[in-house]
Structure formats: structure tokens, C-alpha cells
């Protein structure tokens, strides 16, 4: 039985066996369903005193298993409500509460466990055990305001329209790992950047892309990832986050491909970075492709849409991943990863690369065989498209307010977890604020390697 975040065999099994009986009719026939076994509404009303309540869910992460081996889940918010508004200078983006701080969650287990025992598919209530802000590594609260001004349009004040302040220790959280010594690492969008957290939620250090840390941080700041990441798009940084277990080792992508000019952005290449936790230096990078594997033009075009989102990710085995990926089209699907026979493309990004390097940078590259480049395997195991009416009626979503699944948790080979952003209620129409989720859905195939049967990435 595995003791590593992000990974199990059996440890949150006894929370779905009965309710999986129920729900899975016809599931063998086909091995890319998905069935929703339950749904939990997180009661997120009452946030520390004067912050708004604690919605805007980014992430979630099974954490290590303790002396009774509980499945314990951990969330985590993002930078706080945020919007757009018109100032003088054009449109910007906003932060309704700039004094927020982001917060760890760590949810109730009771409910989940008697919900799923009797099978109950209609919404029950997940409360919020222990909520823990985040702070700097002397103590004062963390804030959700950028780390640094220039790089983009300065976020402003949703009150004033005035812009905001940067804060060198600033963080918009987006993916979490919990760690058997009781450390988180975070993934963040402004730098983007990775946090090392302590458990009572101190930010002790963080890795960013070389040449872009920030003065005055108060946590320890080593520039040490590729400088490339730096020029990521506008809020999308860093968003899927994964402990390989048995290797110490994180596994980090973006939300969406890295701004480019070339022809090729659409390919849907986004870099997936391998970082050594005791190290704190990346090891590897490999590429991976979103979109469809399947499609006949993947490998050698791409087939991302418009806006493909990687919004979550979670390990299964070392070495194999589990990634959620939406686009503007309304697709949503789960992809098994296998980063084993992945080229490794850290040694291109050193030698810089491009039109006058030894090969082309890996974001530009559409034709990933003829350019000597192997992706990161894939495979579609679950389309949740039919899943997403029942998640939208869950969460009493408006109907022009988007369904944001960011956060995944693999409870054990065959169920997931998912958890939706409400942004705080930004979106509300009428008397109903929308509602924070989680789901757990059953896979038609164990998606979980065996340590045994793994390689290292």
C-alpha cells in the first residue's frame, strides 16, 4: 500500500466500493466512461475574519497516509475574487479583496465516507476542518498581489481602479502536494513559481524562472527554473502540480502553451518540468501535447483547441500521470500520461535553441518525429463531457458563468476527485451564489501503475 502523495492502491478504496456498485451499469462496455458515484457540496461560507468566503478552489491533493490511513484531502484557494474592470488606461484585471490571503484547506472525510457507504448520489455537505492562510517565512500574512510590476498590465484595485502595489512574496496558488513530513509544494501562476510550504503554512522557498526574482522577497528565492517560463501568458502560469512517489520528485506544467510568435503556438505544446524536492533544481523537461491522441494529425500538426486549459494533474505510479484538460469548446477529459519514454528537452532549453541552435525551441516544433522529439505518452481515459451538465446543476452556475474544474485527486486506481473554482461568486445571478463541489467519478479502467512494474521518468 503506497505512502506517497498523489499515489494509491487501496487507501481510499472503502469510500467508493458500495457507491460504485450502483452507478457503473454498462461502464465495461466502454473504456473511456466516466460515472459520477457522488457529489459534496464544500461549505466554504465562513472564511478568517474579514476575508470574503473561502471559494475560488484551485487545487486538491490526497495527502500521505497517517496511522489510521485515512483518505484525507487538501485544497487550496487561489489569489482571491478577481475581475475585470474599465480604467483610463483600458481594460485590467482586478482583485475584489486585495488584502486576501490564500488558504489551505483541509476537508472533512466523515461525510464522504457515509455518503458514498449508502450510495447517495444527491448533494451532501463536505465541511472545512482546518483553514490554514498562508504566510511569509517571518510570519506576516501572504497577499494574493503580483511579485513584480512591468513584465504585464499592472492588476488594480476592483474598488479604485487604482493599480496594486506589487508584493515580492505575492502568490496566485494554483496546484498543491501535501508530503509525508508535512510540507506542501505549491505551484503558482505569477511567476510562475514553485513554493515550498511548511506545515503551518509558512512560505520557506521558491524556485522561479532565472532572471525574474523578485527584490525584497521575504521566503528564499532561487532563480533556478528555465528562464523561458517567464514569458508565459497572461494568468497562465504554472496550474498542474505532482509528486512522483518513490522519487521525491515534482512534475509541473503550465496552464496553457508559452506565448510565442511562431506559426506553430496551436500545436498545443506545453512543457512539463521535473523538479528533484531535495535539490530544489530541475532534473528533466519533457513536452507534452494537449488534445486528443487519438486524432490521425496529433503527432505530426496537433489538434489543441482554440484555448486548451491543463488544469489539474495528479500522479498514478512513478513515472505516470493523470492530467485534466478543458478547452473553450466545452470539452473537459482526463489523459494518462507516461513520462518513461519522454525526451528529455531541459538540455535544448540550456542551449537556447531556435532558428540558429542546434534545433528548434519545443514550443515552435510541428512535427515532433522529424524533429527527433518524443512527447509524453497519452491516453484518453475518461471524456467527462457528459458529466458536465450534472457538475454545472450541481454547482448552480449561471448560465454564462464557466465550469472551472481545477482540482484533481486519484483516490485509488479507478476513482477520481474533482473539485470546481467557483471564483468566489463572481458570477452570481439572482439570489443563488454558486456553489463549490466536489465529485468523485468512477473510471471504467484502473488508471494506477504498480511501483514494481514502473521506470524512472
Not at 496558488?173 to 505549491?186: K, Q, R
Request: one cysteine or more; a neutral charge.
Amino acid at each position: 500500500m503506497s505512502r506517497h502523495a498523489g499515489f494509491t492502491s487501496r487507501r481510499c478504496a472503502g469510500l467508493v466500493s458500495v457507491a460504485a456498485t450502483a452507478c457503473l451499469a454498462g461502464a465495461a462496455d466502454d473504456d473511456r466512461r466516466a460515472d459520477c458515484v457522488a457529489t459534496f457540496v464544500i461549505e466554504a461560507d465562513a472564511g478568517p475574519p474579514g476575508t470574503p468566503p473561502l471559494g475560488g478552489i484551485s487545487d486538491l491533493c490526497l495527502a500521505p497516509a497517517g496511522a489510521g490511513d485515512e483518505c484525507r484531502l487538501w485544497a487550496l484557494t487561489d489569489r482571491g475574487p478577481n475581475g475585470q474592470v474599465q480604467t483610463p488606461a483600458g481594460t485590467r484585471r482586478s482583485l475584489l479583496a486585495p488584502g486576501f490571503s490564500p488558504c489551505l484547506l483541509e476537508l472533512a472525510s466523515g461525510p464522504v465516507r457515509e455518503a458514498c457507504a449508502t450510495a447517495q448520489a444527491p448533494a451532501a455537505h463536505l465541511a472545512i476542518e482546518t483553514v490554514l492562510p498562508l504566510r511569509t517565512r517571518s510570519g506576516r500574512a501572504a497577499s494574493g498581489r503580483p511579485t513584480s510590476a512591468g513584465r504585464e498590465p499592472p492588476l488594480v484595485d476592483h474598488a479604485t481602479r487604482r493599480p496594486l502595489e506589487p508584493d515580492p512574496d505575492g502568490i496566485d496558488s494554483e496546484a498543491i502536494v501535501a508530503l509525508p513530513d508535512g510540507s506542501f509544494w505549491i505551484a503558482e501562476e505569477y511567476g510562475p513559481s514553485l513554493v515550498h510550504v511548511a506545515a503551518d503554512g509558512r512560505m520557506l522557498a521558491r524556485l522561479v524562472p532565472a532572471g525574474s526574482a523578485a527584490a525584497g522577497a521575504d521566503a528564499i528565492v532561487e532563480p533556478v527554473l528555465p528562464a523561458a517560463y517567464a514569458g508565459r501568458r497572461d494568468n497562465r502560469g504554472f496550474e498542474a502540480l505532482a509528486l512522483l512517489p518513490g522519487q521525491g520528485r515534482l512534475a509541473v506544467l503550465l496552464q496553457s502553451p508559452l506565448a510565442t510568435d511562431d506559426p506553430g503556438r496551436r500545436t498545443g505544446n506545453v512543457p512539463l518540468l521535473v523538479i528533484d524536492t531535495a535539490t530544489r533544481r530541475p532534473v528533466a523537461e519533457h513536452l507534452y501535447r494537449a488534445g486528443d491522441p487519438r486524432q490521425p494529425r496529433h503527432a505530426t500538426h496537433g489538434n489543441a483547441p482554440a484555448d486548451v486549459k491543463l488544469c489539474a494533474m495528479t500522479a498514478a505510479g512513478p513515472g505516470a500521470l493523470v492530467v485534466l484538460e478543458q478547452g473553450d469548446d466545452g470539452s473537459a477529459a482526463l489523459y494518462a500520461a507516461d513520462l518513461a519514454a519522454a525526451t528529455d528537452t531541459l538540455p535544448r532549453r540550456h542551449a537556447g535553441g531556435g532558428p540558429r541552435g542546434a534545433a528548434p525551441v519545443v514550443e515552435h516544433v510541428v512535427d515532433l518525429a522529424s524533429a527527433g522529439v518524443v512527447p509524453v505518452a497519452k491516453r484518453l481515459v475518461a471524456d467527462l463531457g457528459p458529466l458536465l451538465p450534472r457538475f454545472r446543476a450541481d454547482a448552480r452556475l449561471a448560465t454564462d458563468a464557466p465550469l472551472k474544474l481545477e482540482g484533481l485527486a486519484l483516490l485509488d486506481g479507478r476513482h477520481v476527485a474533482l473539485v470546481n473554482d467557483d471564483d468566489f461568486g463572481v458570477h452570481a445571478r439572482g439570489a443563488d451564489r454558486p456553489r463549490t463541489c466536489l465529485w468523485i467519478v468512477r473510471l471504467a479502467a484502473n488508471v494506477a501503475r504498480p511501483a514494481a512494474a514502473s521506470t524512472h521518468p
